[in-house]
């Protein structure tokens, strides 16, 4: 029999150049006793293979928040990866999982591949930003409650 996880594990998917706004996502997050997100910077040793640890991340987690930007969008880099393997790690999922949870940094081109699922926007005054993590809470815990994870 296997024991529902813990704690819901979201994988941030991120541009380096939006780091000190991911430290932002990735403390509120963690001030939900449930979540504990996996975040490069927190969640990787010195001298581990980082690749490796990210991708087996992805295909751990329990969901992907894909932080946008106009510079994630643009440049070359890890990036792209990352979000090529949450997609194909999202085509294992049942069709209704709410695994992909984009997010718009600013006022970005959001990729083709990522327009089926419902982005929104963490850009503009505070109350915007509140509603934004609000909602991103409830979608996390509707996917811990398809897992069994215990939501205080």
């Known amino acids: 029999m296997n024991l529902p996880p813990k704690k819901l594990i979201p994988f941030i998917c991120y541009s380096k150049d939006n780091l000190t706004l991911v430290r ?13 997100p996996w975040f490069d910077e927190e969640d990787l040793l010195p001298g581990e293979k980082w690749q490796a640890s990210v991708v087996e991340a992805v295909r751990q987690s329990h969901a992907v928040i894909i932080l946008l930007s106009k510079e994630a969008v643009a440049n070359e880099g890890f990036f792209h990866k990352e979000l090529n393997l949450a997609l194909d790690t999202a085509n294992e999922k049942p069709e209704d999982t709410i695994f992909i949870i984009p997010v718009r940094l600013d006022d970005c081109t959001v990729p083709q591949r990522l327009l089926p699922y ?35």
Do not use: C, P, T
Request: net charge negative; glycine share 4%; aromatic share 12%.
């Open 118 to 152: 419902h982005y929104v926007d963490y850009f503009g005054d505070k109350d915007v930003k509140q509603r934004v993590m609000d909602n991103l809470l409830l979608a996390l815990k509707l996917r811990a409650e398809e897992l069994g994870i215990l939501v205080k």
């Open 24 to 36: 932002d996502f990735s403390a509120y997050l963690k001030k939900e006793s449930w979540i504990d």
